[in-house]
T-cell receptor, first 110, second 114 residues
């Protein structure tokens, strides 16, 4: 699975959009981009995934660049409960396990 | 629809004892994954099981650790002769299919070895 690079920490004001970047320059054609988050020692929570098109669900939007070498997770209206460590993971279609990096510690400030 | 259940949530063992961690996957899920999170570190994959089969144990320590997912009942992660370095949070996840997009995680078991 391709390696990902994320900033170690970010801050965002409550109510604003939180944009979390991820670099995955070695991604291959059949690998998906996944985002999970872990809220203070809880089990990780699936957020969203995509291959090459932008995706949106009730939690977030995922923007993948045309060359697929980077992506951005967008939380449109961040709340205090969105404070968590966010993991960007690249995973092949035939892979079962998730390979977690260090993630981005996102702090939402009131 | 109950989520992934893990018990116990907290487990304290003395060095040399055995630890048994249980994981009940979501209803309809027959694929189970175990991950370990050492203090101040990221999550690391340990093992992937389907009913009665170990599919990938590439992340399991070579000694003292074993896992099973019997036909009936929860998946069990067993650690024999625990040492202080085994203190960690152990998370179980489940999925419905082999190549499922989503893995659903349980709340974890926090193992403390004294």
């Amino acid at each position: 699975d391709a390696k990902t690079t994320q900033p170690p920490s970010m801050d965002c004001a409550e109510g604003r959009a939180a944009n979390l970047p991820c670099n995955h320059s070695t991604i291959s054609g059949n690998e998906y981009v996944y985002w999970y988050r872990q809220i203070h020692s809880q089990g990780p929570q699936y957020i969203i995934h995509g291959l090459k098109n932008n995706e949106t669900n009730e939690m977030a939007s995922l923007i993948i660049t045309e060359d697929r070498k980077s992506s951005t997770l967008i939380l449109p209206h961040a709340t205090l409960r969105d404070t968590a460590v966010y993991y960007c993971i690249v995973r092949g279609q035939a892979a079962q396990k998730l390979v977690f990096g260090q993630g981005t510690r996102l702090t939402i400030n009131p | 629809n109950a989520g992934v259940m893990q018990n116990p949530r907290h487990l304290v063992r003395r060095r040399g004892q055995e630890a048994r961690l249980r994981c009940s996957p979501m209803k309809g899920h027959s694929h189970v994954y175990w991950y370990r999170q050492l203090p101040e570190e990221g999550l690391k994959f340990m093992v992937y099981l389907q009913k009665e089969n170990i599919i990938d144990e590439s992340g399991m320590p070579k000694e003292r650790f074993s896992a099973e997912f019997p036909k009936e009942g929860p998946s069990i992660l067993r650690i024999q002769q625990v040492v202080r370095g085994d203190s960690a949070a152990y998370f179980c996840a489940s999925s419905r299919r082999e190549f499922s997009y989503e893995q659903y995680f349980g709340p974890g078991t926090r193992l403390t070895v004294t």
